[in-house]
């Protein structure tokens, strides 16, 4: 069985047959930002989550206008295809993915297996960065229908509506405030938001490689935690950096039509006054 939606994924063959094609834009965002200047594959630019994506004051995106800008200085207009890959099985691809599709462009894939399968491949990696001349980037109103802010949260939580916490399961019971191995950081309580099934974004992925698990592997994680394609579902982990690649096999690789993005997350709720929490 495939993917609802093959189309926004590309292999690392495709790719490797493709880097001049001058129609793609290839996007590495990863967490850890030294990793573009240490190699990335031909052709790609890099976009940090956090220095590029981010308010510079504000927690919040880059403004409309902002996001235009970062657009039409790394060449892609509104016709590009913009395939992300990056470190951790995708995690920042698949952020990067949601907040180009938040702006409206529609045309955005992920490399499956991300920076590790190219890596294990040996396929060919540079440390020059390239230019590309500028564009005219008009990015559209921001889709709100793919993200989740805290009062919607709340009241899908009080409606017993399904939310998928993929955060580690020390970190859902509250007995970690952060992902292992992180540093002790961005909120005062631990635990849950009411309701939520615990399903890491780690069981969607193959760890061998990174690549996304079968359609039939998947349906069983999720719908085997009762997240059906019937219902509104929410996601989130810390900052939505993980529940952007849950976001991103919910709404594509299964096909549910209404999934959203909680990005705000526990580093928001664990510090909200009066939230409710389970542990």
């Avoid at 403004?63 to 992300?84: C, H, M, P, W, Y």
């Avoid at 462009?105 to 390239?130: C, T």
């Avoid at 709340?154 to 580690?168: E, F, G, M, T, Y």
């Avoid at 709404?251 to 409710?276: F, H």
Wanted: charged share 25%.
């Amino acid at each position: 069985m495939t993917y609802a939606h093959p189309e926004y994924l590309v292999e690392t063959e495709w790719l490797a047959a493709n880097l001049d094609n001058p129609t793609i834009r290839i996007v590495e965002s990863d967490e850890d930002p030294l990793l573009y200047a240490i190699g990335h594959i031909p052709g790609a630019v890099q976009v940090d989550w956090f220095s590029t994506l981010q308010h510079p004051l504000r927690r919040d995106f880059l403004t409309r206008e902002q996001f235009e800008d970062v657009a039409s200085k790394l060449g892609i207009t509104n016709s590009t295809t913009v395939i992300f890959y990056g470190d951790k099985s995708n995690w920042f691809a698949c952020y990067a993915l949601w907040i180009f599709e938040y702006y409206g462009h529609k045309n955005v894939k992920i490399l499956n297996g991300g920076r590790i399968k190219w890596e294990q491949e040996k396929r060919p990696l540079v440390k020059e960065a390239p230019s590309y001349a500028k564009t005219t980037y008009r990015a559209k109103e921001a889709d709100k229908s793919i993200r989740a802010f805290r009062d919607e949260v709340l009241a899908h939580s009080n409606a017993r509506k399904p939310l998928v916490d993929v955060r580690s399961a020390k970190e859902y019971t509250g007995e970690m405030l952060h992902m292992p191995n992180y540093p002790q950081e961005g909120a005062t309580r631990g635990g849950h938001i009411p309701g939520a099934a615990s399903i890491p974004w780690s069981q969607a992925v193959n760890e061998s490689d990174a690549t996304f698990k079968t359609t039939g592997e998947l349906t069983a994680l999720y719908e085997g935690k009762n997240i059906k394609p019937d219902s509104e579902v929410i996601a989130y982990c810390r900052i939505g950096e993980r529940s952007s690649l849950t976001w991103f096999v919910l709404k594509y690789l299964l096909g549910y039509p209404q999934v959203k993005n909680y990005d705000g997350s526990w580093t928001e709720w664990g510090n909200l006054v009066d939230a409710p929490i389970e542990k």
